[in-house]
């Protein structure tokens, strides 16, 4: 992208998102998109998405979110209902529960589909929102605070967002601060299907990718050359807070609850590292059976476990870490 604006002597305007690259428009209706956003495995695979795009009449995409967006247009409400929510981002659960070598038989499994599901069993019509300050109200989420030692595994501050589900399935009852509670839900089951039939060969990729929309309060930054180099930040209007954190609650209620259930070790977004094997099941929501290590495994810390001297993940290392890493276990 920076080679097609040098080309074009900096003239038009362009859009940056997290330090990539998205678009660059020169002028008139020449448009340069990055691949960043797809980052398609050949080009067989890029010709498939581009040919799903066309036949239902979308542009070119950026990245797979803007597909669903695209496609499923929903009106806001008053800023006013999500400002007090505005400044908290939903992050995925990620966590060693324990640490070792362990010897007995070890299973790893992923949640299928597991933003897709959660969102299909309902978001609230944030129009049909009220304020209550009754931590036992129903279809609410809560503006909370904890106190010591009464915080949830996957909170890191001491004040953040709860909803109704997330008190009733953790029986903890932090401060309350303020709460929402709402009347009428909205699905969206058949948003997706229509997806499935019509992105036959990215679908999947649109799932996980839907909802990070909803889940930033800064939008790409936009920058213009016609007077001189000129950034400006713009802010995101699909900002939606409320459904970010209804979606990724109900993945880690999921997680916690088979942790207790089958003995998990290790936690990483929407897979688990488990002692007891689990009923797997197909579609949105069932458990897929990643791999079995019959001799057990080890977990290091967060994101990082293998088996024997083999380390299957390696969050935070880069490769020549893991490789130091690999001849230290050997030795």
Same mark, same amino acid.
């Given at each position: 992208?920076?080679?097609?604006?040098?080309?074009?002597?900096?003239?038009?305007?362009?859009?940056?998102?997290?330090?990539?690259?998205?678009?660059?428009?020169?002028?008139? *209706?020449?448009?340069?998109?990055? &691949? $960043?956003?797809? /980052?398609?495995?050949?080009?067989?695979? +890029?010709?498939?998405?581009?040919?799903?795009?066309?036949?239902?009449?979308?542009?070119?995409?950026?990245?797979?979110?803007?597909?669903?967006?695209?496609?499923?247009?929903?009106?806001?409400?008053?800023?006013?209902?999500?400002?007090?929510?505005?400044?908290?981002?939903?992050?995925?659960?990620?966590?060693?529960?324990?640490?070792?070598?362990?010897?007995?038989?070890?299973?790893?499994?992923?949640?299928?589909?597991?933003?897709?599901?959660?969102?299909?069993?309902?978001?609230?019509?944030?129009?049909? *929102?009220?304020?209550?300050?009754? &931590? $036992?109200?129903? /279809?609410?989420?809560?503006?909370?605070? +904890?106190?010591?030692?009464?915080?949830?595994?996957?909170?890191?501050?001491?004040?953040?967002?709860?909803?109704?589900?997330?008190?009733?399935?953790?029986?903890?009852?932090?401060?309350?601060?303020?709460?929402?509670?709402?009347?009428?839900?909205?699905?969206?089951?058949?948003?997706?299907?229509?997806?499935?039939?019509?992105?036959?060969?990215?679908?999947?990729?649109?799932?996980?990718?839907?909802?990070?929309?909803?889940?930033?309060?800064?939008?790409?930054?936009?920058?213009?050359?016609?007077?001189?180099?000129?950034?400006?930040?713009?802010?995101?209007?699909?900002?939606?807070?409320?459904?970010?954190? +209804?979606?990724?609650?109900?993945?880690?209620?999921?997680?916690?609850?088979?942790?207790?259930?089958?003995?998990?070790?290790?936690?990483?977004?929407?897979?688990?590292?488990?002692?007891?094997?689990?009923?797997?099941?197909?579609?949105?929501?069932?458990?897929?059976?990643?791999?079995?290590?019959?001799?057990?495994?080890?977990?290091?810390?967060?994101?990082?476990?293998?088996?024997?001297?083999?380390?299957?993940?390696?969050?935070?290392?880069?490769?020549?870490?893991?490789?130091?890493?690999?001849?230290?276990?050997?030795?």
């Amino acid at each position: 992208m920076p080679r097609m604006m040098e080309q074009h002597g900096f003239t038009g305007q362009a859009w940056q998102f997290r330090r990539v690259w998205k678009t660059y428009r020169p002028s008139g *209706g020449l448009i340069y998109k990055s &691949l $960043e956003g797809l /980052n398609p495995t050949d080009e067989a695979d +890029f010709w498939h998405i581009m040919e799903s795009n066309y036949k239902v009449g979308l542009p070119p995409p950026s990245s797979f979110g803007s597909i669903f967006h695209r496609l499923c247009r929903i009106r806001w409400p008053k800023k006013s209902l999500i400002a007090p929510f505005r400044s908290f981002r939903c992050v995925a659960w990620s966590m060693a529960l324990e640490k070792g070598t362990f010897s007995e038989k070890m299973y790893h499994y992923d949640l299928r589909s597991a933003y897709r599901w959660s969102a299909c069993q309902g978001l609230p019509n944030l129009k049909s *929102g009220k304020r209550v300050y009754d &931590l $036992e109200a129903e /279809n609410s989420i809560f503006l909370v605070e +904890f106190t010591p030692g009464n915080r949830p595994p996957w909170f890191t501050e001491d004040r953040g967002m709860m909803t109704s589900e997330e008190i009733l399935g953790l029986k903890i009852r932090p401060l309350l601060l303020m709460g929402v509670q709402f009347s009428n839900w909205l699905g969206l089951s058949g948003v997706f299907e229509k997806i499935e039939q019509r992105f036959p060969w990215c679908y999947k990729r649109i799932s996980r990718a839907f909802w990070g929309r909803w889940n930033g309060e800064t939008d790409v930054q936009q920058h213009g050359w016609k007077q001189g180099h000129r950034v400006r930040q713009l802010p995101n209007p699909l900002h939606n807070p409320i459904w970010s954190h +209804f979606i990724t609650s109900r993945v880690k209620l999921r997680l916690l609850e088979t942790v207790k259930q089958a003995g998990g070790v290790h936690v990483q977004v929407d897979a688990i590292l488990c002692r007891e094997p689990l009923p797997v099941s197909d579609g949105p929501g069932g458990w897929q059976l990643k791999e079995e290590y019959p001799r057990g495994l080890f977990v290091d810390g967060t994101g990082r476990w293998g088996s024997g001297n083999i380390l299957v993940r390696r969050m935070g290392l880069n490769t020549r870490e893991a490789e130091q890493w690999q001849r230290l276990k050997k030795s």
